[in-house]
């Protein structure tokens, strides 16, 4: 199969705060010719090939597009960067991939999204990005070869309702340590009649809570568990 450099989305755990929210691209997608972009101007040095970003986040399309400009510019090679719809990259990208002109650089979510696509990725283990990488932990290696290389790592520690910390008078900046939390906890625990609430609960299951609790905040202990 064509192999395409790959980078990887190694957790992608803000999704249902922030991407999530997003509505959709804001980039058409590539003609059929895959052509991108012209360079920004005539004295602009000329290259061979192109490139064709496929990008996860919505949020981070001003910023991408803007890098592909600045990167034409500098070197003369066209890049085209397209935005898959919020929640619909795994499809976009399964669709995108059976063309001619197919995504030089894509996103996997982590050990689980690269199971699909690892016979379309790069080996990156001479790359200049890999040589910088301080750690090594989160890049999808699998021996020598290297398939990915994380560029986005969110995890949560304690998810805290800044709403209700402040009905009980307290901001974050008020927890800086464990015995900041244990104050802060037995204080609003002690006034949770008075309150209406007490200072810590179980997560909902149901759709608007699950990929938050149930994925994220499990992630980081069950990899390390596996580990």
Known sequence: MKKVLALVLALCLALSLAACGGSGSSSSMP???????????????????????????P????AWQA??????????????????????????LMAEMGKSEAPTLF?????????????????????????????????LKEGDTVYGIAYVIESYGIITNKTLLEKAGYTLEDIQSFEDLKKVAEDITSRKDELGFAAFTSAGMDGSSDWRFKTHLANLPVYFEYQ
């Open 59 to 62: 949020e981070q399309d001003e």
């Open 31 to 57: 003609a059929a010719s895959g052509s991108g972009s012209e360079p920004a101007a005539s004295t602009t040095p000329t290259a061979a090939g192109s490139v064709y970003y496929l990008n996860f986040k």
């Open 107 to 139: 996103q996997v979510n982590g050990p689980v999204g690269l199971a699909n696509w690892k016979d379309y990725c790069y080996d990156l283990s001479g790359s200049d990005i890999y040589t910088q990488l301080t750690s090594d932990d989160y890049a």
């Open 67 to 92: 890098l592909a400009k600045a990167y034409t510019a500098e070197t003369g090679v066209p890049v085209t960067v397209v935005t898959a719809a919020s929640g619909e990259y795994e499809t976009t």
